[in-house]
């Protein structure tokens, strides 16, 4: 089954601890996104990448990094610099680089910081 | 900076009740998607629009883009239990950003 997966689900650290979530997606897409989603709110564009080895800031991208070494894979860390990082952090991917196509999204991680 | 706004935030229906949720920007758009999050789950794509004035049709679902494509909206007819979770629409403005709105929370009571 072609898709998207995050891991893991859940996830506990405690606070100044960086911490790295894992994003992997087998649909051939070329670009892929990281969003954070806080309760009751809608989704914010941390940082977005259309490319292998090319990443671009959304609109939260303080205190995160990302790498895109691979086409399949897009791993977000939630450095110590990250003010309030407890939240719900979507990836997605979406077909082709130029225009922002449909976003499909994975199953997401939940991270709670002590 | 560039807002979509959604109304109303939340909203309880009662199954058999329809639904509408209204996105709003601030700015002309060129197509706008809907999504749609169960509750603990993630958001999956229901549609896009990209015509000015575009109606588009899913079953008991209706979706509208505005003439002048800063506005759509989204109604369900006769709301069932399966309908409950947030409903999302995102835009993609003149940058080529995808730009999600706030959300309207449907819950609806059998």
């Keep these: ?114 | 900076g560039q807002q979509v706004m959604q109304i109303p935030q939340y909203q309880h229906v009662q199954e058999g009740e329809d639904f509408t949720t209204y996105c709003n920007s601030s700015t002309t758009l060129s197509n706008i998607q809907w999504y749609k999050q169960r509750p603990g789950g993630h958001p999956v794509f229901l549609i896009q629009l990209v015509k000015s004035g575009e109606v588009k049709k899913q079953k008991r679902l209706t979706f509208q883009f505005g003439e002048a494509k800063k506005n759509s909206s989204l109604h369900i007819t006769a709301t069932q239990t399966t309908d409950v979770g947030t409903y999302f629409c995102a835009g993609i403005d003149a940058t080529n950003k995808l730009i999600f709105g706030t959300g309207t929370l449907l819950a609806v009571q059998p």
Excluded at chain 1, 35 to 51: E, F, H, K, M, V
């Design chain 1, 1 to 114: 089954d072609g898709g998207i997966t995050q891991s893991p689900k859940y996830l506990f650290r405690k606070e100044g601890q960086n911490v790295t979530l894992s994003c992997e997606q087998n649909l051939n897409h070329d670009a892929m996104y990281w969003y954070r989603q806080d309760p009751g709110q809608g989704l914010r564009l941390i940082y977005y990448s259309q490319i292998v080895n090319d990443f671009q800031k959304g609109d939260i991208a303080e205190g995160y990094s990302v790498s895109r070494e691979k086409k399949e894979s897009f791993p977000l860390t939630v450095t110590s610099a990250q003010k309030n990082p407890t939240a719900f952090y979507l990836c997605a991917s979406s077909i082709g680089n130029r225009v922002v196509g449909t976003q499909y999204f994975g199953p997401g991680t939940r991270l709670t910081v002590l």
